[in-house]
C-alpha cells in the first residue's frame, strides 16, 4: 500500500471533491488553486505529500483549457514533491468526442490532452463514462472507466413497466439496451439525421413508446438539440411522459433554455460537471451525486482492492 491517503481538487468541482471526502470520512488536502493577473495559473500544495497516495480531483469541462493546465499543473506539483502515487480523478474527460480524424488536417485531440495529462507525472487515471471506451488506450498508464449506470438505474428503477428507454441515435443503442434490460423496460431507437455539426434533426421512432414514460438516454448533453428533438417526436408518437437521463451535464450555449422549454417533465444528470445557476433554478433537473461511487473506486485504489466490481453497464 502506498502512503496515506489525501485529496485534493482545483477548482472544476470542488462540491463533488467534498462529497468524495465525506462518503470517505476525511478532510480535504488544502491547496492554493488560483490565478495571477496576467491569467496564469497558481498552484500551490498546502501540506507534505512526501510518500503519499493522493488523488487530484478535477472534470477538464468548461473552461475546459484552463481545467487542463490547473491539473496538469496539481500533477506537475505533487509530482516535484515526491507524492509516492497521484491518481487524477477526471469525472468528465473533455475532449473526448475529438478522439479519431474525421476529416483531413485535424488532430486527435483527445489523444494530445492525454499526452498533456500522462507527461505531467500521473500515475493512474479515474473517470466516469467516456464518451468512446477506446479513449483508455491513448494512456500508457491504467485507466479505471466507471459507469454511472448503478447509480442512475436506482432512480429510473421507479418507472418499471410503464418505461421504454429511448437511445436517440444509432450509435446509442447498446448503452440504452443495458439500461432497459436491468429496469425490465421496452427499447426504442431514434433515427436521426445531423445536417451540420452540433445540429441535430430527429426523424422518426424505430419501437412502441405510445402511452408510455420514454426516458431519453444518452452519456452526455451539450447543446441539447439532439434531446430537445427527441423529445418532441416521443410526444407526438403519444409518449405519455419524456425524461431525459445522462451522465454529462455539459449544458453549452443556450442548453439550459432549451431544455427548459422542451418538452421533457425531467432532466436526471449526475454531478460530474457542476450545474451553472440557470440549471440549479429550474427545477426540471434533477442531479444525482456520483461521489459515493468515486469515494469506493478511491478506496479500492488506495487499499490495492479490485475496481471491476465497480463496473455494472
Do not use: W
Request: hydrophobic share 45%; glycine share 6%.
Amino acid at each position: 500500500m502506498h502512503g496515506e491517503l489525501k485529496i485534493i481538487t482545483g477548482n472544476a468541482n470542488p462540491e463533488l471533491a467534498r462529497g468524495i471526502c465525506d462518503h470517505l470520512g476525511m478532510k480535504m488536502t488544502p491547496t492554493l488553486v488560483c490565478t495571477f493577473s496576467d491569467g496564469e495559473s497558481r498552484i500551490e500544495i498546502g501540506d507534505n505529500v512526501r510518500g503519499d497516495d493522493v488523488f487530484v480531483v478535477q472534470s477538464t469541462c468548461a473552461p475546459v483549457n484552463h481545467n487542463i493546465i490547473e491539473l496538469c499543473l496539481m500533477l506537475d506539483a505533487l509530482k516535484r514533491a515526491s507524492v509516492g502515487r497521484v491518481t487524477a480523478v477526471i469525472p468528465y474527460y473533455g475532449y473526448a468526442r475529438q478522439d479519431r480524424k474525421v476529416v483531413p488536417r485535424v488532430p486527435i485531440s483527445a489523444k494530445l490532452v492525454a499526452d498533456f495529462i500522462t507527461i505531467s507525472g500521473v500515475n493512474r487515471i479515474l473517470t466516469i463514462d467516456l464518451h468512446a471506451g477506446q479513449i483508455q488506450a491513448f494512456f500508457n498508464i491504467p485507466v479505471d472507466n466507471l459507469f454511472a449506470a448503478e447509480i442512475l438505474l436506482t432512480y429510473l428503477k421507479g418507472f418499471g413497466n410503464e418505461a421504454v428507454v429511448v437511445s436517440p441515435d444509432a450509435g446509442g443503442t447498446e448503452r440504452a439496451r443495458a439500461y432497459a434490460k436491468r429496469i425490465g423496460a421496452d427499447l426504442a431507437i431514434i433515427d436521426k439525421r445531423r445536417d451540420t455539426p452540433n445540429m441535430a434533426k430527429a426523424m422518426r421512432v424505430i419501437g412502441d413508446v405510445q402511452d408510455k414514460t420514454a426516458i431519453v438516454l444518452d452519456d452526455m448533453i451539450d447543446t441539447g438539440g439532439t434531446m430537445v428533438e427527441a423529445a418532441k417526436v416521443l410526444s407526438e408518437k403519444g409518449a405519455r411522459k419524456v425524461l431525459a437521463c445522462a451522465t454529462h451535464p455539459v449544458f453549452s450555449g443556450s442548453a439550459v433554455e432549451r431544455l427548459e422549454n422542451s418538452d421533457f417533465a425531467e432532466i436526471v444528470v449526475t454531478d460530474t460537471i457542476p450545474l451553472c445557476e440557470k440549471a440549479k433554478a429550474c427545477s426540471k433537473f434533477k442531479v444525482i451525486s456520483v461521489a459515493s461511487l468515486l469515494a469506493k473506486a478511491i478506496h479500492n485504489i488506495h487499499t490495492e482492492s479490485s475496481v471491476s466490481v465497480l463496473f455494472s453497464h
